[in-house]
Every structure is written in structure tokens, then in C-alpha cells.
């Protein structure tokens, strides 16, 4: 794993991991998400992510999926209850780069 920020953002404490071999990025909540109040964790983080554009959200049964545009690629913000894992990927092949300037926008 590589860096890891924590945050405190809009009451929501958070800590983020920039896993550079796998090129995901990993939230760690000290609050738990549920379906009911995952948004509001979703835009702790889109707060401070700029350029921006979240195009839907998927629900499943135990899963959240928001695919969000960014730089012309597209990026998945999964949350997943049962786990209480949430985390964020490319749907495509995408520079490392983009983690780490999505990152340092996070640490702002």
C-alpha cells in the first residue's frame, strides 16, 4: 500500500490509502455507512474532488456503485455494507497519476 491521509470532513472522519500496485484507493470510515446515509460519505469525498461529474449510482443488495467521470475516464466509488469496505477503481486502464492528484485534491 502507499500513502495513506486521514480526514475530517463535514463531521465524517475518513482515512484514504493510495494502493498504487493494485491503482485503487481505499476509504477507511470511523462512522459506519448504511444504505440509508451512504451519500452523505459519498459527498464528503466528491466535496473536495474536483472536476467532477457523478453519472449514476448502481444499488445491489449489500452494494453501492457510483460511477463517477473524471479527466474523461470513468471511476467507481463502491461501497459495500455487510464489510463496511469502500473503495474507488477505474473502469479502464488510467495513470497513476489521477489517484494521486484525486488524492492530494482529498488532502486539499
Known sequence: MGKSISYIMQQLIFTSTLDSVHQNLYFSFEQMFEEENYQQ?????????????IIEHVLGADRVNIRIEYKGL???LNFEFYSQSCWLESEAPAPISHLETILSQLNG
Open 74 to 76: 470513468i471511476y467507481v
Open 41 to 53: 460519505f459519498t459527498q464528503a469525498i466528491t466535496d473536495r474532488w474536483l472536476n467532477t461529474r
